[in-house]
């Protein structure tokens, strides 16, 4: 077949050289080596390496955990380093003529029997950290874990098997023209990141399979429609296509210096939502009035080590100083779902995103946690900055990071360091738990902003990443739009401001239902700020107001979106 049909999940369209990407290190492959010492200078090289990267770790670790936590790395560390482990990788790689990776793989699997088999808990426990050092080993050899894998010089269509938050974070849309990766859905973090760049992306699985390196491809960001033959029709229709999406959006411009206002009069702000301090660039460029999410994760990101109290402040500050006085929304930090933050050492879960995430990471790491609450205190100076905690379920987490953030405000008065005593602080409403509690929650923060990419995940009980149960996932779920309805409904009863951040905010068959809501503010991937503005000054809010009435009166998802598609 020469068209596939994949997911759509960014638009523009994509024609060019295929970059194929495998990042799965489970398939390691048996490969006669000709060069035998060439091999082991690559298994010393891949060594060596990973004996910084967890110097490294071991060093944050004592810093932030204590001597306890650390000890962990310093056993991995005498591994790497260990006579028999070398040994062991040198002669495999000899006797059987191998590549290094089989040799690891290989030397791994019968250690970690061996230990597995012992009835000794202690011994049992080392098996994990065999697995742990040689996966490391292999994950250097397999180039996956270079800092720098997506950072291209010519431009490519990325291709690949499962692209991480911290890989789309590192591509520049100047070199990459697209992306089709194997697996994800519309709210995958990867996805958000490409949607933020500007860069076409389909998910389409088995697609690794199916294009070799090299090959020219072409795809719509719009339709999910792959070419894997570029024939020159195939090619002239396409930069048709590419024409047409270029003057859509030079139209858009002309909205620019207009607000969102509908015909009669109500006003919605609509923010950006950012992931770096350069992003700030890209909502001013598309006009938004604010930063209504900051996904301070990234700056966690694609490094060895956690940024310092001062890298953050510079950071924050510099958003808050281009924001100019304007609301700038900063989230502490989100981690654990999908974004992996390595130095971390955060232990595989079976169910990351209903494990150690976000709010529970910080509160668990409080001395980590209280650098990003200083840099953000510190910053608090220089523009708008408003705090906002996320994945919040119970007050008693509320309560606990407020302490804490009372306690990281002491510590600066103490130190005679300034920041703003009155900084607004506010939450996040993305889990069920949170919805229902929410005129209890509207009692003790200064604003809400709707997580609906959580939301809808914990609501529906769909992983957001997974392709298998994608149909459950729905924004038009009534079960998702009572949920918003009351959280909005509790944030007006108790004065305070209710915003939407997930991709959500700007689906354009929802733009009513917002506004019959009552929603305040919209924060969403700056390219889709114009668009959106556009269509909110074609609304009537009373008309708004009516058709939400008849929406929450409907059964289904499938209902809703029929009814929606029709206004
Ligand atoms: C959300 O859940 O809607 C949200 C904005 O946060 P994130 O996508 O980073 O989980
Ligand atoms: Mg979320």
Same mark, same amino acid.
Request: hydrophobic share 40%.
């Given at each position: 077949?020469?068209t596939?049909?994949?997911t759509?999940?960014?638009?523009?369209i994509?024609?060019?050289?295929v970059?194929v990407?495998?990042?799965?290190?489970k398939?390691?492959?048996?490969?006669?080596?000709?060069n035998t010492?060439e091999?082991k200078?690559?298994?010393?090289n891949?060594?060596?390496l990973a004996i910084?990267?967890?110097?490294?770790?071991?060093?944050?670790?004592?810093?932030?955990?204590?001597k306890?936590?650390a000890?962990?790395f310093?056993?991995h560390?005498?591994m790497?380093?260990?006579?028999?482990?070398?040994s062991?990788?040198?002669?495999t790689?000899?006797?059987s003529?191998?590549?290094a990776?089989w040799?690891i793989?290989?030397v791994?699997?019968?250690f970690?029997?061996?230990?597995?088999?012992?009835?000794?808990?202690?011994?049992r426990?080392?098996?994990m950290?065999i697995?742990?050092?040689?996966?490391?080993?292999?994950?250097?050899?397999?180039?996956?874990?270079s800092?720098?894998?997506f950072?291209?010089?010519?431009?490519?269509?990325?291709?690949?098997?499962?692209?991480?938050p911290?890989d789309?974070a590192?591509m520049?849309?100047?070199?990459v023209?697209?992306i089709?990766?194997e697996?994800?859905?519309?709210?995958s973090?990867?996805?958000?990141?490409a949607?933020?760049?500007?860069?076409?992306?389909?998910?389409?699985?088995?697609?690794?399979?199916?294009?070799?390196?090299?090959q020219?491809l072409?795809?719509? $960001?719009?339709?999910g429609n792959?070419e894997?033959?570029?024939?020159e029709?195939?090619?002239?229709?396409?930069?048709?296509?590419q024409?047409?999406?270029?003057?859509?959006k030079?139209?858009?411009e002309?909205?620019r210096?207009t607000?969102a206002?509908?015909v009669?009069?109500?006003?919605?702000? #609509?923010?950006?939502n950012i $992931?770096?301090?350069?992003?700030?660039d890209?909502?001013?460029q598309?006009?938004g009035?604010?930063?209504?999410?900051?996904?301070?994760?990234?700056?966690?990101m694609?490094?060895?080590?956690a940024?310092?109290?001062?890298?953050q402040f510079?950071?924050?500050?510099e958003v808050?100083?281009?924001?100019?006085g304007?609301?700038?929304?900063?989230?502490?930090?989100?981690?654990? $779902?999908d974004?992996?933050?390595?130095y971390?050492e955060?232990?595989?879960e079976?169910?990351?995103?209903?494990?150690y995430?976000?709010?529970r990471l910080?509160?668990?790491?409080?001395?980590?946690?209280?650098?990003?609450?200083?840099?953000?205190?510190?910053?608090s100076?220089?523009?708008n900055?408003?705090?906002?905690?996320?994945?919040?379920?119970?007050m008693?987490?509320?309560?606990?990071a407020?302490?804490?953030?009372?306690?990281?405000?002491?510590? #600066?008065?103490?130190?005679?360091?300034?920041f703003?005593?009155?900084?607004?602080v506010?939450?996040?409403?993305?889990?069920?738990?949170?919805?229902?509690m929410?005129d209890?929650f509207?009692?003790e923060?200064?604003f809400?902003s709707?997580g609906?990419?959580?939301?809808?995940q914990y609501?529906?009980?769909?992983?957001?990443?997974?392709?298998?149960?994608?149909?459950?996932?729905?924004?038009?779920d009534?079960?998702?739009?009572?949920?918003v309805?009351?959280?909005?409904?509790?944030a007006h009863?108790n004065?305070?401001?209710?915003?939407i951040c $997930?991709?959500a905010?700007?689906?354009?068959k929802?733009l009513?239902?917002w506004?019959?809501?009552?929603?305040d503010e919209?924060?969403?991937s700056?390219?889709?700020?114009?668009n959106t503005?556009g269509?909110?000054?074609g609304?009537?809010?009373?008309?708004?107001e009516?058709l939400?009435?008849k929406i929450?009166?409907?059964?289904?998802?499938?209902e809703?979106?029929e009814?929606?598609?029709r206004?």
């Open positions: 077949m020469k596939l049909k994949g759509p999940i960014s638009s523009g994509a024609i060019g050289s970059f990407k495998k990042i799965d290190t398939a390691i492959e048996f490969t006669k080596a000709d010492i091999e200078q690559r298994f010393h891949s060594r060596n910084e990267q967890v110097e490294g770790i071991y060093k944050e670790m004592l810093q932030t955990k204590g306890e936590e000890a962990i310093e056993a560390i005498e790497l380093n260990d006579v028999e482990f070398i062991s990788v040198e002669s790689i000899e006797t003529a191998c590549n990776e040799a793989k290989t791994r699997d019968s970690v029997e061996l230990f597995e088999a012992l009835d000794d808990e202690y011994m426990e080392r098996a950290d697995k742990d050092i040689s996966n490391r080993i292999l994950k250097i050899l397999s180039g996956n874990d800092k720098d894998s950072r291209f010089k010519q431009p490519v269509i990325v291709v690949a098997d499962d692209l991480a911290s789309t590192q520049d849309p100047e070199f023209l697209g089709i990766n697996t994800g859905g519309p709210t973090h990867a996805a958000i990141i949607r933020m760049l500007g860069i076409p992306f389909v998910v389409c699985p088995d697609i690794t399979s199916r294009v070799q390196m090299g020219m072409a795809f719509d $960001g719009e339709t792959i894997l033959e570029v024939t029709q195939v090619h002239k229709e396409y930069e048709a296509r024409d047409a999406f270029r003057f859509k030079g139209q858009l002309q909205l210096g607000k206002i509908t009669d009069g109500y006003e919605v702000a #609509l923010a950006g $992931g770096a301090p350069q992003d700030a890209k909502v001013l598309q006009d009035s604010s930063i209504g999410l900051f996904r301070t994760e990234f700056l966690y694609n490094r060895d080590t940024p310092d109290e001062e890298e510079k950071a924050y500050k808050a100083l281009k924001m100019e304007n609301p700038v929304i900063i989230r502490t930090l989100d981690i654990g $779902g974004k992996e933050v390595n971390l955060i232990k595989k079976d169910n990351p995103f209903l494990g995430r976000a709010i910080c509160l668990d790491r409080i001395s980590f946690w209280k650098v990003q609450l200083r840099a953000l205190l510190r910053a100076k220089f523009g900055i408003h705090i906002m905690y996320p994945m919040i379920v119970s008693e987490e509320l309560y606990q407020k302490r804490i953030l009372e306690e990281v405000k002491t510590e #600066l008065r103490n130190e005679g360091i300034e703003k005593e009155a900084i607004p506010g939450m996040m409403m993305e889990t069920p738990a949170a919805a229902l929410a209890v509207a009692q923060v200064d809400f709707i609906t990419n959580d939301l809808i609501t529906m009980a769909v992983d957001r990443m997974n392709g298998k149960v994608a149909h459950l996932y729905s924004q038009y009534p079960a998702v739009l009572r949920f309805k009351k959280i909005v409904e509790s009863q004065g305070i401001p209710a915003g $997930g991709e905010a700007a689906d354009e929802l009513p239902v506004v019959g809501l009552g929603v919209l924060s969403m700056p390219v889709s700020i114009l503005r269509r909110i000054q609304l009537i809010k009373s008309d708004c009516e939400v009435t929450l009166a409907l059964k289904t998802s499938a809703v979106e009814y929606l598609k206004v």
